[in-house]
């Protein structure tokens, strides 16, 4: 299946930073023919509409350049007005007659497309027009307030969506939009009325407020160079299309649609956040040339996707892959993954109101390893409270603080039937491929050992039952809990392998929330605390001949890849596009010295100190590598955290100005 995206995505490589090169001619003519065309005055357009830099979130890595085309997506105006009891039949089957038809309408959209990402969006789409909840509520409407279908399909949308939006977890919050856009093309079929689909022409950038899935189901079949969106995160349908079509995109950018206009030329840098709206021609030709450079970067990293992170001296690195998402899985293949180090099972239990029974969790993890065999893959445990939440345990135990209450491990021990069914359905699908099983947030061996005797618990009801399970299947802890890495030596003989979770083993460690921008200059992954205890936990492993990888943001990282190595930690997982680049600084490098710099880094007085010698010697050895990483929104130590979605303008600029993210086309 993802042989047929690869050969598209291959097709396409040009302006969208990896796509569209056909085009390449083409968008210069047109880029030369917009600028310098000149009003009655004889001013240059760019000068009578001023031009305008805007930040937003980096979506989908690459550089766009191209006339803008404006997606204008409005609500769409219901009626309200009441029924006559005999007419309550009637009208239901009218909303059941637009559910049909929005159907065969999703169902035509879909049968156009290849298989991939873009149909999953729609097929979910599908599914949730099938949702009894969704059109029982609808029709109870209908049947009980005596109201019109349009208006009791809208009120109820309504409801759903602000209860998503309203969700502590983006995903979540992210699939409110969804509802919205499906909801709106059931109410054009209940009034009668067609919803165009977008047809932008080849090179050009698409701007939108918001775009629906079948919206984005159209760029499958569009050779656009870029995508801006004024709504949305990393999780918005519109991000995940993107990243799988490998177009450059920016989302979250605060009132795009209000500063730019049909065929403005606008630049989309998806690597770092920022979207240039009407450049100078100074600015046109500096990120031209900065499309090239990222373009002959990317061929070249990803032509060894396929080739072992395997040192200069001979030294094996295992690059494995984070996943919660469909479209996660395929790309992980594509970018060389050797399997997935950290798939996060939780939001399968999300947005429900039933938690997922042991039959699903199975068809779920089956699914997974037959797409990634032959390598092997990592299923965290649900990892749900604090900010992910699941409605059938809402509220139990979550206290004043719920980063730090009942949550990921301590609640699977408390809600001991969840934690059975899942673990159970893992335990059959490891028949089916590698699978190993990791227990997030422990925090001690006696958690531990609790945990260890549910898992022989699962396995004796299967014996019970008779149903064919595996015995033997690799067990690991995620070491994110500062008390686990100082007791690293404990939990070793216990356990399969470690991973370690940096994200919240710098929060923990530091005593910082990492989501309040007051205290992020305070994140510091090279802080002295921070780098003892990836030390100690990596001796511990090698000790007791156990397994240990890193799976937070650090890995991801271009600038510390050779501390992490540096430290005996040689398995890293992190998200799959960004495995081609931490690739290719393996194989460029040798063992020897990513140990001596990370002796440095120990030997630092502080974060702050050990940054900069970090940075000084990866910017003097890979400097391209630094700059296509792209490592959107990681503060700097001494420093505030960037602020990531700012709008404005900033000025004319001059060609080549960095930014303090850095970044090929920072200006």
Not at 93 to 122: C, D, M, N, V, Y
Not at 356 to 381: D, G, N, Q, S
Request: charged share 30%; proline share 5%.
């Amino acid at each position: 299946m993802w042989q047929g995206q690869r050969d598209r995505i291959a097709h396409r490589r040009t302006g969208s930073g990896r796509g569209l090169r056909r085009h390449r001619q083409a968008d210069r003519r047109r880029i030369r023919r917009v600028v310098t065309t000149e009003d009655r005055e004889g001013r240059d357009v760019a000068e009578v509409r001023p031009r305008h830099r805007l930040e937003g979130i980096a979506a989908s890595p690459g550089i766009g350049i191209g006339p803008a085309y404006i997606v204008d997506r409005g609500r769409v105006q219901v009626p309200r007005y009441s029924i006559e009891r005999g007419d309550v039949r009637e009208e239901i089957g009218r909303f059941r007659e637009a559910l049909r038809a929005t159907q065969e309408q999703l169902e035509a959209i879909k049968s156009r497309l290849p298989h991939g990402e873009h149909r999953q969006i729609l097929k979910a789409q599908q599914m949730m027009l099938r949702d009894p909840d969704l059109t029982g509520d609808v029709e109870a409407r209908i049947r009980e307030d005596l109201i019109n279908a349009e208006w009791a399909m809208m009120t109820v949308a309504r409801d759903v969506e602000r209860m998503l939006s309203e969700a502590a977890d983006e995903v979540f919050r992210e699939r409110s939009s969804d509802v919205a856009h499906l909801s709106n093309r059931v109410l054009l079929n209940l009034l009668g009325k067609t919803d165009d689909e977008i047809d932008p022409p080849a090179g050009s950038v698409v701007v939108a407020f918001d775009l629906s899935p079948a919206d984005t189901a159209a760029l499958a079949r569009a050779d656009v160079t870029g995508l801006v969106t004024e709504v949305g995160g990393r999780t918005s349908h519109s991000a995940i299309m993107a990243r799988s079509l490998e177009i450059p995109a920016v989302v979250g950018v605060e009132d795009v649609t209000e500063y730019v206009r049909t065929n403005d030329m606008v630049v989309v840098d998806g690597t770092h956040g920022h979207v240039v709206i009407r450049p100078t021609r100074d600015e046109i030709e500096h990120w031209q040339e900065v499309r090239r450079r990222y373009d002959a970067f990317e061929d070249e990293v990803q032509r060894d996707h396929a080739l072992p992170a395997t040192t200069l001296d001979g030294v094996h690195v295992v690059l494995r892959a984070n996943a919660a998402l469909d479209e996660e899985i395929a790309s992980a293949s594509f970018h060389g993954a050797d399997g997935i180090g950290l798939y996060r099972t939780e939001y399968v239990f999300m947005g429900r109101d039933a938690p997922p029974t042991e039959e699903e969790h199975y068809r779920r993890a089956k699914a997974i390893l037959r797409r990634m065999a032959p390598h092997p893959v990592t299923f965290r445990t649900f990892d749900l409270g604090a900010d992910k939440v699941a409605a059938y345990v809402r509220g139990r135990g979550a206290g004043e603080n719920p980063a730090l209450g009942v949550r990921s491990l301590r609640l699977a021990l408390r809600e001991r039937h969840l934690f059975v069914a899942q673990l159970k359905g893992l335990l059959r699908a490891a028949l089916h491929g590698p699978l190993r099983i990791m227990l997030p947030f422990v925090s001690g061996l006696e958690e531990l050992e609790a945990a260890l005797e549910v898992l022989d618990e699962a396995k004796s009801e299967l014996a019970r039952e008779g149903m064919a399970h595996a015995t033997d299947v690799p067990v690991g802890i995620m070491v994110e809990v500062p008390a686990a890495a100082l007791a690293a030596d404990r939990l070793a003989p216990e356990v399969d392998f470690f991973s370690i979770g940096t994200n919240d083993l710098i929060q923990y460690t530091l005593a910082i929330d990492r989501e309040n921008d007051d205290v992020g200059y305070l994140y510091e992954p090279l802080h002295p605390a921070i780098l003892r205890q990836l030390r100690m936990v990596a001796e511990a492993g090698a000790r007791a001949n156990v397994p240990v990888s890193l799976c937070g943001e650090m890995a991801a990282d271009p600038r510390y890849t050779w501390v992490i190595v540096g430290l005996g930690i040689h398995e890293l997982s992190m998200h799959p596009s960004a495995i081609p680049v931490v690739k290719n600084i393996v194989r460029q490098s040798t063992l020897a010295e990513m140990e001596a710099l990370a002796a440095e880094a120990l030997a630092a007085r502080s974060g702050a100190e050990a940054e900069r010698r970090v940075l000084e010697v990866m910017q003097a050895r890979f400097p391209e590598h630094l700059e296509h990483g792209g490592v959107d929104g990681l503060p700097r130590p001494g420093g505030p955290v960037p602020v990531r979605a700012r709008s404005g303008d900033d000025g004319a600029g001059e060609a080549g100005q960095s930014s303090e993210t850095g970044g090929y086309g920072a200006m």
